[in-house]
Nanobody, 114 residues
Framework: QVQLVESGGGLVQAGGSLRLSCAASGRAFRIDDMGWYRQAPGKQRELVAYRSVGGITKYADDVKGRFTISRDNPSNTVYLRMNSLKPEDTGVYYC????????WGQGTQVTVSP
């Protein structure tokens, strides 16, 4: 079983920055993609960004140029640097990691005030 522990959420004013972290632990495993989804109130969960074990990245269109995903493979940790935050970035951010199945973190709240 893989456990994911997220940290780094919080309250920030528009234009500010936050960095989210997510560390995976558990039995010996190989993780393929790691990334982040978010869920805003009343909306479906949506992909924010992911990074493959080989370094391929993908971003949602509305975060390109503002968010950067990075990853430390030896420690199975993924980061999301979020700059120029907007109120519409508000939501619960969930980390995920793919092995033979998808594993999810508990979520961390990000609130961006106008």
């Amino acid at each position: 079983q893989v456990q994911l522990v997220e940290s780094g959420g919080g309250l920030v004013q528009a234009g500010g920055s936050l960095r989210l972290s997510c560390a995976a632990s558990g039995r010996a495993f190989r993780i393929d993609d790691m990334g982040w989804y978010r869920q805003a109130p009343g909306k479906q969960r949506e992909l924010v960004a992911y990074r493959s074990v080989g370094g391929i990245t993908k971003y949602a269109d509305d975060v390109k140029g503002r968010f950067t995903i990075s990853r430390d493979n030896p420690s199975n940790t993924v980061y999301l640097r979020m700059n120029s935050l907007k109120p519409e970035d508000t939501g619960v951010y969930y980390c995920y990691a793919d092995t033979l199945q998808s594993h999810w973190g508990q979520g961390t709240q990000v609130t961006v005030s106008p």
